[in-house]
């Protein structure tokens, strides 16, 4: 049973454009949704992270939107960059005592110039 | 600077044979993890540790095992490598506290023929 549904697989987005990746989540125990970016070769590395208690977290050119009720949470990067091609993967932890992050499959992102 | 370290970063093992991937994080985090990363999977869960002495099966823990016998170190065991072993292993690492990022080691290849 997959508990945090990611789409899309693959994304190509136009340098300046919008990328919007999206996740669902079906755990209500969740309370904690993080991002992490991972570039090719490497580990992922926390991008950001928001908690059920806001609607939007925005760091940067990233923000993310959060649907309680819907049990979904998006990321958006503004102003795209070719830098910014890497896989993007959303996860949710329960929290209460427990730590381990449950992921999303990942998203590749490709930013063209 | 505190830091997580993987090894080997690469390794090819016969099928059958006993294999351990070792983990070191110099942060002093009671929680470390170990993940696989397959394509179309993500990255999925093989056993975690909240402790010294502490471990527990994730979502993918069969033909898997680890021992914490101190704080900085989580080694993963493979003990018959199957074929089906083959993928990228991720080892993380965090403090205590809901919500608090979990750091990820650069990662270990390993390859079963």
């Known amino acids: 049973q997959q508990q945090v549904k990611q789409s899309p697989q693959s994304l190509i987005v136009q340098k300046g454009g919008i990328s919007i990746i999206n996740c669902a989540y079906e755990?209500?125990?969740?309370?904690?949704f993080p991002w992490y970016q991972q570039f090719p070769g490497k580990g992922p590395a926390l991008l950001i992270a928001?908690?059920?208690?806001?609607s939007e977290k925005k760091e940067g050119r990233f923000t993310i939107s959060f649907n309680k009720s819907a049990k979904q949470f998006s990321l958006h990067i503004m102003d795209s960059q070719p830098g910014d091609s890497a896989t993007y993967f959303c996860?949710?932890?329960?929290?209460?005592?427990?730590?381990?992050?449950?992921f999303g499959k990942g998203t590749k992102l490709s930013v063209i110039p | 600077d505190a830091e997580i370290t993987q090894s080997p970063r690469h390794k090819i093992t016969e099928t059958g044979r006993q294999v351990t991937l070792a983990c070191h994080q110099t942060?002093?985090?009671?929680?470390m993890f170990w993940y696989r990363q397959d394509l179309g999977h993500g990255l999925r869960l093989i056993h975690y540790?909240?402790?010294?002495?502490?471990?527990n099966k994730g979502e993918v823990s069969d033909g898997y095992s680890v021992s914490r016998s101190n704080t900085e170190d989580l080694p993963l065991t493979l003990e018959s490598a199957a074929s089906s072993q083959t993928s990228v292993y991720f080892c993380?690492?965090?403090?205590?506290?809901?919500?608090?990022?979990?750091?990820f080691g650069e990662g270990s290849w390993l390859t079963v023929v």
């Open positions: 755990n209500t125990a969740f309370d904690y």
């Open positions: 540790s909240y402790g010294v002495q502490d471990t």
């Open positions: 993380a690492s965090s403090e205590s506290r809901s919500g608090n990022t979990i750091y």
């Open positions: 928001i908690r059920p208690d806001v």
């Open positions: 996860a949710a932890s329960p929290g209460a005592g427990s730590y381990q992050l449950t």
């Open positions: 942060w002093n985090h009671n929680n």
